[in-house]
């Protein structure tokens, strides 16, 4: 099936290139010019682990192509998914205007009844907004779905080729039927395509983000608690996520989430219930914890030091905001560098993949180091912020020796404390024993 995909970002490039994989004839459509021409020259622009293998197969055979002109990326394209921005408006609303202003160009350059896909998170309502800035100046017919796309970076081509679900809103026969054929490659294990109607798949996405965002809170909560009362959260996250009910899932405790989906879907969530009268109480309590939890060991540090953190060297592991992506939107590693540089400190940082992006948004603002080692050669303190795997068994004695005081804050909970207490290190995590 001919295919086009408008928006090459993590969700555009990786649907695009998975359709692909699946034999389908895929255009991918986007306005960043330098984007397009890497793509196009066999050089991929993002990091997502599997990806660059399936990418250069399909570029090499012809299924993939990539174009910044619209009206020749979808010519002859059945179904057209708006991969498209969806970030967080003045108010907290996600914004629509890059979805709308190319539903708009749609209308005009189509030439054969297509399926426009919402793939895009978008609030509950967009699919008929997008279908009457479409219809505008539509000489053709054709019909708007809502496929919300539900695939975790550093993951997202597993979890693409093999979805838990599919959810596909749409009332029209004719859109369901090739939606059904397009995915019918991706759930031959039998994962279930699950059809509703627009509204509500739109609102599928949020809840499951937000769900997802309140488990995370809520172990954070429960963390804090232990602290107070001298529990441990890593004993009490065993003792509830053995529970079938619960799950193991999602109930690390750390210093809060981050990304570019659960912060701003959460605030869209209770902007759009705020739209409707309703009072999400719940979402309102999990923005208010995770914004406190980001920098929740920043005190730790400054109390650590005597109350000052100037001329003070802190040693940063992780930028990215989880592990296996370069993805440097909404980190908490921003959110403590930031504190820590108003506190007079400095920042060496290292993380495997989210140094260039961490660098073209806050420039020299800290230093970038070419491993994890060189990060904390001379540096006062090791302040961890994302638990990639190379820093979950370093050589301690090496790490000992470097930092000028044994001082490990840990935001991720990577050691135990015993391992610690035993190493002689002033060990402080989140919701456990500190280490003294
Ligand atoms: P992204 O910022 O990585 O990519 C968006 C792309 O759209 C960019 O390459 C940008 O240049 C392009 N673009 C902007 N305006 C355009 C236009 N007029 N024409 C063509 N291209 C244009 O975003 P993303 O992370 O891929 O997210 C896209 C959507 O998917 C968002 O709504 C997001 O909430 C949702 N989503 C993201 C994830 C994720 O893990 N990143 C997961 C599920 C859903």
New binding site residues.
Partial sequence: MKIAV???????LVTGTCFAETGNDVTC????EK?VNSLKNGKITIYEPGLEVIFQRNLEQGRLNFTTD?AEGIEGAKIIFL????PPGEDGSADLK?VL??ASDLGPILKEYAVIVD????PVGTADKVHAAIKENAKVDFDVVSN??????GV?VDDFMKPDRVVIGTTSEKAKKLMETLYAPLVRQGNPVIFMDEKSAELTKYAANSFLATKITFMNEIANMCELLGADVDSVRKGVGTDTRIGKRFLFAGIGYGG??FP??VQALAKSAQQVNYDFRILKSVMDVNEDQKTKLIPKIKEYFGGDLKGKTIGLWGLSFKPYTD?IREAPSLYNIEKLVEAGAQVKAYDPEGMENVQGQIGEKITYCHDAYSAINGADALLIATEWPVFRTPDFEKVAKLLNNKVIFDGRNLYSPEQMKDLGFTYVSIGRETIN
């Fill in positions: 408008v928006g090459t970002g993590y969700v555009g459509i986007d306005i960043d984007k619209l991969a498209l921005p969806t890059y202003t190319v793939k895009s998170t978008v919300p796309e539900f695939l975790r970076e997202a570019s989906c701003k879907d993805d």
